[in-house]
């Protein structure tokens, strides 16, 4: 069967930058599956995805337009560090949600605190990153009814939620 939209897909891949630092990786028992074409994966990945079947292997360049977008530094703010009085203490990696502008909630990392502020980014980690993924198809296979109506993919038993 080749990948298409509503097809259950599992994969094994190695994710890296364009120095060769490993960001992330799925292999073996910890493969990644996911539906296809109902916005489970960045979209450059998806595309080069599309017609594949088991066994196949690929090599991808995304660049941050398909991938997870621009860095955007009207995402960088500077906060005064008692915004963030529920926490027991603010640390730099630490990540918070908060209410976008467009009613949304976004997700925003501490990078910086100092002299009473605390500077967060609402940028995805990777935007503005090149990503560059090695990929093979494991398993291809129709999404169930209940797959596409909860949006996920189920295990062997079902689901458990």
């Not at 120095?19 to 990945?45: H, K, N, R, T």
């Not at 360049?61 to 500077?78: H, K, M, Q, S, W």
């Not at 990929?135 to 129709?142: H, I, P, Y």
């Amino acid at each position: 069967m080749q990948i298409s939209k509503h097809a259950v897909v599992t994969l094994e891949y190695t994710l890296t930058d364009n120095s060769g630092v490993v960001i992330d990786q799925s292999s073996g028992d910890d493969a990644f599956e996911f539906i296809y074409g109902i916005g489970g994966i960045i979209p450059g990945l998806e595309t080069a995805l599309a017609g594949k079947e088991a066994d196949d292997e690929i090599s991808v360049t995304i660049e941050p337009g398909e991938g997870y977008g621009e860095r955007e530094e009207a995402l960088v703010d500077e906060v005064p560090v008692d915004r963030f009085d529920e926490a027991e203490e603010v640390k730099e990696g630490m990540q918070f949600q908060t209410p976008a502008e467009d009613g949304s909630t976004r997700v925003v990392t501490v990078i910086k605190i100092e002299d009473g502020k605390v500077t967060v980014d609402g940028n995805h980690p990777l935007a503005g990153v090149i990503l560059n993924f090695d990929v093979k198809v494991q398993a291809v296979r129709e999404a169930s009814e209940e797959e596409l109506e909860h949006g996920h993919v189920h295990g062997p038993g079902g689901h458990d939620h």
